[in-house]
């Protein structure tokens, strides 16, 4: 069976699930502060399994200051994932300062690369994508910390509704 048969088969699972999403964009919409408590436990979870990985690897370097190198970077990892626990408002104000940071660095480096390639075609587009990215940067830090009880929250509802929306109509086309 042809692989692209299959999947088109499974049309009504890809709407499905873009319904699912959907909606659960929608309710981390309806309370931004919730949504982006949730984003901090998730990331709560991702560093204390890490940081358990971390611990369990460093056990496995046979050399004693490779060993205390890696536990001392599994201690980090279990202490700002217990972070995110004990106080997720100044877990989500340190993401978002970081992401305010990373955003940015990212904008005037592509505004640099978009200079950079200033003959070729296209290199407005460049540019405009790294001045919308440094704009961002600089509304999330200009916000800051007020803005970090909301704005991880605003992420995640807009990341799920577009990957509902975008499902569902990838399901609707294969349908076709």
Do not use: C
Request: glycine fraction near 10%.
């Amino acid at each position: 069976m042809n692989p692209l048969s299959e999947v088109r088969a499974k049309w009504g699972w890809f709407v499905a699930l873009g319904v699912v999403l959907l909606a659960f964009g929608v309710i981390a919409a309806l309370n931004l502060f919730w949504a982006t408590v949730v984003s901090v436990y998730y990331v709560g979870i991702m560093m204390i399994v890490g940081g358990a990985v971390h611990l369990a690897h460093a056990f496995q370097v046979k050399a004693w200051r490779e060993t205390i190198a890696w536990a001392l970077s599994a201690v980090l990892y279990l202490a700002a994932g217990v972070l995110a626990f004990v106080n997720p408002v100044l877990t989500s104000a340190v993401l978002t300062l970081l992401m305010a940071a990373a955003l940015l660095v990212a904008g005037v480096f592509r505004i640099f690369a978009a200079w950079r390639v200033r003959p070729e075609r296209g290199w407005g587009w460049l540019m405009a994508g790294g001045v919308v990215t440094t704009l961002a940067g600089l509304v999330f830090l200009l916000g800051w910390p007020i803005n970090s009880l909301w704005l991880l929250g605003l992420f995640l509802a807009f990341d799920l509704a577009m990957q509902g929306w975008a499902l569902i109509w990838f399901g609707l086309a294969l349908r076709r």
